[in-house]
């Protein structure tokens, strides 16, 4: 799915930035390392509060917005760019 896509690359990115593992990032939201697991890899979909949680724990740089995909620019003819 693209919306889990955009999500799993960001906080894959954040962790490989920060030297983070799975079972980190699971002890700062509270959830267990499986489900960050298959968060990362698109499997999971999180809930508000995990969304939540996770831009806590990353300081913002993954946040709830980064699961909600931005529309596509539109041309003057109102055709998607």
Same mark, same amino acid.
Do not use: C, W
């Given at each position: !799915?693209? /919306?889990?896509?955009? *999500?799993? !690359?960001? *906080?894959? @990115?954040? !962790? %490989? %930035?920060?030297?983070?593992? @799975?079972?980190? /990032?699971?002890?700062?939201?509270?959830?267990?390392?499986?489900? /960050?697991?298959? *968060?990362?890899?698109?499997? =999971?979909?999180?809930? *508000?509060? #995990? &969304?939540?949680? &996770? $831009?806590? =724990? #990353?300081?913002? %740089?993954?946040? $709830?917005? @980064?699961?909600?995909? +931005?529309? $596509?620019?539109?041309? +003057?003819?109102?055709?998607? =760019?």
């Amino acid at each position: !799915m693209y /919306v889990i896509h955009i *999500l799993d !690359m960001k *906080l894959s @990115d954040y !962790m %490989a %930035a920060h030297g983070l593992t @799975d079972d980190a /990032v699971a002890q700062r939201i509270g959830r267990d390392r499986s489900f /960050v697991t298959r *968060l990362r890899q698109g499997r =999971a979909n999180p809930s *508000l509060r #995990t &969304l939540q949680d &996770l $831009a806590s =724990a #990353t300081n913002g %740089a993954v946040s $709830a917005e @980064d699961f909600f995909p +931005q529309p $596509a620019p539109q041309t +003057q003819q109102g055709e998607v =760019a």
